[in-house]
């Protein structure tokens, strides 16, 4: 039996090489979101009746509390643990299972697990390494960040151990999640559309029951989603101990679950078959922009319908959180400085600008860097032995990437302005909604600009360096928002966002400024070898 994990110290150390930037990055982003909160909320509030005033508002907003969880306790750190839990965990699940499934199902369709299979290496010892890994991040994120919250912000110390194990049992719970998916599906594209829907599903189940305890219904259906546990852990309240034993049992439940499939199915296959579609490619399929399309379509599919109900959701309670707003002088002084006629506008301002500038640069940044995984993958290869030429085929995958942010911006204005024209009997806001979330595309084009002159000048580095320069101005600005520093005037988010008058001068710079990284990379793609 041992001999199944015979070379995973070595598996381990090769991981650890090959992914010690991306580990770093990842361990820095879980770490960032506390200290940043705490920053921002010490702004908000200036005394203890504010800080009670806005809990009472909370609880009272069945959105919210389904969102983020009811508030366990009305102190500085409560309210940080309150508003850094869903993030926190977000990322070390997401992060968990993108990093098992790249180390292991995603190697078996390169070939490269067999390769190394050849040699004195275990059946198990591939997927203990990944797990073995992401584990120990985990772990090594919670310590720092159980540390940082106690030493250096200075919140209690039993509730900052709470509040970092509940991202290492997330963590450690979404890896062995992801191990399972790894062995059920076919491919590793099926691994992560099954792990992040499963994902998806929990959080659903979680916001159910945070919303019927809200409304005064049932609260054990929080109980059925491990996000739901997390919640449950009561950082800096009364902190439940107990639930980290049903993290501990049911992340030994599914890593024993992907063990047992792991020794049983055949190298290459899995659960799951795929089909064998139709014998020849339809008219859309006859061209790069087909095939592009074809390779896209799915997540800008999901993100635009996504948006647009998250836009409709925003738009319906702007008018009611309003009320909410002038009731607390805090966040109205916050949200003061914000573009709205209202306090409700200046709020919806400010979400649309998350939803179409952030979130539209991190689909664009993906939709580029798809086109590098087809050329590790060798796709690109058979394409250019045809009458393809390279230009046009990166204008294929980097045209659908710029079209997103427009697609995702109309979705999200569209869908809240009208919703929030009904609600607030105001016409124009459908108008003006779709306006603001036009302005925010310029700053996602840039990005998007810049992963294709990675992907056009250094191709094996690219996926890091466009993640972390996104990560890096997102870190700036709410660093930004949140008073800690002054405007980083290289940020291109900065430009278009709500706390500064809008100019359409800077706007067309940006404009001028993507193109010009989007043909940089386009000519250094016609220059270097291709793999």
């Known amino acids: 039996m041992m001999q199944a994990f015979t070379g995973t110290g070595a598996l381990i150390r090769l991981l650890v090489r ?133 030493l250096v912000v200075g919140f209690p110390v039993a509730g900052s151990i709470a509040f970092a194990a509940t991202l290492a049992a997330a963590g450690a719970l979404f890896a062995g999640l992801a191990a399972v998916a790894g062995e059920v599906a076919s491919s590793a594209t099926s691994a992560r559309k099954l792990a992040i829907g499963a994902f998806a599903g929990l959080w659903a189940v979680r916001m159910l029951g945070n919303a019927g305890e809200a409304a005064g219904g049932p609260g054990w259906v929080s109980w059925l989603s491990p996000l739901g546990w997390a919640g449950e852990v009561r950082a800096y309240a009364d902190e439940r101990w107990a639930v980290f034993g049903l993290f501990a049992a049911a992340t030994v439940g599914v890593v024993a679950l992907a063990y047992g499939l792991a020794a049983r199915r055949d190298l290459g296959a899995g659960l799951l078959a795929l089909g064998t579609g139709p014998d020849a490619a339809g008219r859309g399929l006859r061209g790069l922009v087909g095939l592009a399309w074809r390779l896209q379509r799915g997540p800008l599919l999901l993100a635009t319908l996504a948006l647009a109900l998250i836009g409709a959701a925003l738009g319906g309670i702007g008018a009611g959180f309003a009320e909410g707003l002038e009731a607390s002088p805090s966040l109205a002084a916050w949200l003061a400085p914000l573009r709205g006629a209202t306090l409700g506008d200046a709020f919806l301002a400010l979400m649309l600008y998350v939803l179409v500038a952030l979130v539209g640069a991190a689909h664009g940044v993906a939709a580029v860097l798809r086109g590098r995984a087809e050329e590790t993958r060798g796709h690109l290869t058979w394409i250019l032995a045809t009458s393809a030429s390279r230009t046009r085929w990166l204008g294929s995958h980097v045209g659908l990437a710029l079209a997103g942010p427009p697609i995702l911006a109309l979705a999200a204005g569209l869908s809240a302005g009208s919703v929030d024209a009904l609600t607030s009997g105001r016409e124009e806001r459908a108008a003006e909604c779709l306006g603001l979330a036009l302005t925010h595309v310029p700053a996602a084009w840039v990005m998007i600009g810049l992963a294709t002159a990675l992907f056009g000048r250094f191709p094996r580095a690219a996926g890091p360096l466009a993640w972390g320069v996104l990560a890096l101005f997102t870190a700036q600005v709410a660093l930004w928002e949140a008073g800690a520093i002054t405007r980083p005037w290289l940020n291109p988010f900065t430009v278009s966002h709500p706390m500064l008058a809008l100019d359409l001068r800077l706007l067309a710079v940006l404009g001028l400024a993507a193109a010009g990284l989007t043909i940089a990379g386009a000519l250094a793609f016609r220059a270097r070898d291709v793999g």
Request: net charge neutral; proline share 2%; hydrophobic share 60%.
């Open 18 to 150: 090959r992914d010690r930037g991306a580990l770093a990055l990842w361990i820095a982003v879980m770490l960032a979101f506390p200290p940043i909160n705490a920053a921002a909320l010490a702004r908000m509030f200036a005394s203890t009746e504010q800080m009670q005033a806005f809990v009472r508002e909370t609880e009272g907003n069945l959105l919210i509390v389904a969102f983020h969880g009811p508030i366990h306790a009305a102190t500085g750190a409560g309210l940080v643990a309150w508003r850094s839990l869903l993030q926190v965990v977000f990322a070390a699940a997401l992060g968990s299972m993108l990093f098992v499934i790249r180390h292991t199902r995603a190697e078996e369709d390169a070939g490269r697990r067999e390769l190394v299979g050849a040699g004195a290496v275990g059946r198990l010892a591939g997927l203990t390494a990944a797990l073995a890994v992401v584990i120990v991040a985990d772990v090594a994120a919670a310590a720092l960040l159980a540390g940082l919250l106690a």
